[in-house]
C-alpha cells in the first residue's frame, strides 16, 4: 500500500520535499471494518491549510502520518454486513492506494450508485466542492431570479458547480478564472453569462472596469475563492444590500498578505460578507447533493477534471492546484 505522508511543513511556499511517499502493509480486517481500495483521491485548497501549525478552525495535518482526503472506490474486503465487495464508496481514505475502515463510525463510508454519475463526480460536483458551492449560494447569497453573480476561481471544481446552480435560478451569472482557455470554457460548456481574465486585468482598478461592463445592473451576490485585489475591484461593484459568500482566500493559501484596501465600502454599501466551512452543515448535504446529482445526471452540470495518474504524482498535482495549474476539479487516479 503505497501511500504519501507530511514529513515536514511548509515555510511560505509549499513544495514536493513536505511530502515523502511510504509503503507499508495493510493490516487484517476486524469486525466491521472494509478493506477499500482506492480509484481516485480529491486534492483540496484546503489541505495546505492543515500542512501548516497553526490555529485554524481543523486541527493540523499530523506529521508522519497519510495525507488525510477524500477518496472514491471499491469494496475489495469487507466484515461489515452493510458492505459488500465490488460496492463503490466514497470516504475520507488519505493520499493513499488502500484504506481500511471502520463502518459502523457514522459518516466514515458512503455508498454512491454510479449508474448515471460517474465515481469521480462524486469528489467533485456531486460531493463537498459542489455542496460549497450549494451553501454559499442558497444559504448565504439567497438569491432572487434576475441577480446578478460572480464567482472566483469559476472554472474549478466549487467555481463550476456555483454556474449550474445559479443558472438553474435564473440568475446572470459572471466567473472570473486565470486565461483565455479556461474563460472560453467557463462561458461555452459551463453556460455562464461571461467570464472576465484576471490576468487581463492584474490590478483592482482594471477588474473594477472589467466588472462594470460584465455587470452592467451591479452585483448582488459575490461568491469569492480568492482574495486581494479581486475581492477589492468586486467590493467596488456590489449593489446596496448585497451578499458574499466567503468561501476561499487561495490567493493567500502560501502566507501572502491580503488587504483590504477599501472595507468601509461594507458599510456605505451596506453589505453581508459571511464566511463559512462546508463540514460544519451537514444539515444541508442531502438536500444539496440531491440537486447536484440531478443536475450531473441531466448534463447540465458536466465539470472539468484534471487527472494525475499514480500516488508519486499526487504532491506536483496538489502543488499545481494551489497555482491555477489545474483545469477543473484536481483528482489523481490511482487505478
Ligand atoms: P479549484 O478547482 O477552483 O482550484 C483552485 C483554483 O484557484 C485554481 O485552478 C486557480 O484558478 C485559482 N487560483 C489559484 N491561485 C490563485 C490566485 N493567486 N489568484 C486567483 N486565482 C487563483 O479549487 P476548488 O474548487 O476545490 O476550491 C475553490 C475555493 O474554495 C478554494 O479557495 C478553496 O479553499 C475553497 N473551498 C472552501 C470550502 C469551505 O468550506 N469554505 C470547501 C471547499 C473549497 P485560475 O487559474 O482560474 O486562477
Known amino acids: 500500500n503505497k501511500q504519501q505522508h507530511l514529513d515536514n511543513r511548509p515555510e511560505g511556499e509549499a513544495v514536493a520535499s513536505n511530502f515523502k511517499l511510504v509503503t507499508s502493509e495493510t493490516p487484517a480486517l476486524k469486525d466491521n471494518e472494509v478493506l477499500v481500495r482506492h480509484h481516485y483521491l480529491s486534492l483540496d485548497p484546503y489541505m495546505r491549510g492543515r500542512m501548516n501549525d497553526s490555529k485554524s478552525y481543523a486541527q493540523p495535518q499530523p506529521l508522519g502520518q497519510v495525507m488525510q482526503g477524500g477518496t472514491a472506490g471499491e469494496v475489495v474486503e469487507s466484515r461489515h454486513p452493510k458492505f459488500a465487495v465490488g460496492d463503490k464508496v466514497v470516504g475520507f481514505g488519505g493520499w493513499q492506494e488502500y484504506s481500511v475502515v471502520d463502518a459502523s463510525q457514522p459518516g466514515m463510508l458512503r455508498k454512491v450508485d454510479t449508474t448515471h454519475v460517474p465515481l469521480s ?44 446552480l445559479a443558472k438553474a435560478r435564473g440568475c446572470r451569472v ?69 451578499r458574499i459568500a466567503l468561501c476561499g482566500m487561495i490567493a493567500g ?79 489523481v487516479k490511482l487505478i
Open 174 to 242: 459572471v466567473g472570473i478564472a486565470g486565461g483565455p482557455d479556461k474563460c472560453k470554457y467557463v462561458t461555452d460548456e459551463l453556460g455562464f453569462d461571461a467570464c472576465i481574465d484576471y490576468r487581463q486585468h492584474p490590478d483592482a482598478k482594471s477588474m473594477s472596469q472589467a466588472l462594470k461592463e460584465a455587470c452592467p445592473n451591479g452585483i448582488d451576490g459575490y461568491f469569492e475563492n480568492v482574495g486581494g485585489y479581486i475581492l477589492d475591484a468586486v467590493l467596488s461593484r456590489m449593489n446596496a444590500f448585497g
Open 253 to 331: 493559501y502560501d502566507g501572502q498578505p491580503l488587504p483590504m484596501t477599501n472595507p468601509s465600502i461594507l458599510l456605505i454599501s451596506r453589505l453581508k460578507i459571511e464566511g463559512f466551512i462546508v463540514s460544519e452543515h451537514m444539515e444541508v448535504w442531502p438536500e444539496a447533493l440531491q440537486e447536484l446529482g440531478g443536475l450531473a445526471a441531466s448534463g447540465k452540470l458536466r465539470p472539468r477534471e484534471s487527472i494525475a495518474q499514480g500516488i508519486e504524482s499526487a504532491p506536483e498535482a496538489f502543488l499545481g492546484l494551489l497555482k491555477g495549474r489545474n483545469f477543473g476539479k484536481q483528482l
Open 121 to 164: 463526480y462524486y469528489l467533485g460536483a456531486v460531493g463537498m466542492p459542489g455542496v460549497t458551492a450549494w451553501y454559499g449560494l442558497v444559504k448565504i447569497i439567497a438569491p432572487k431570479s434576475g441577480d446578478t453573480l460572480v464567482v472566483s476561481a469559476a472554472s474549478g471544481a466549487v467555481g463550476s458547480a456555483f454556474g449550474a
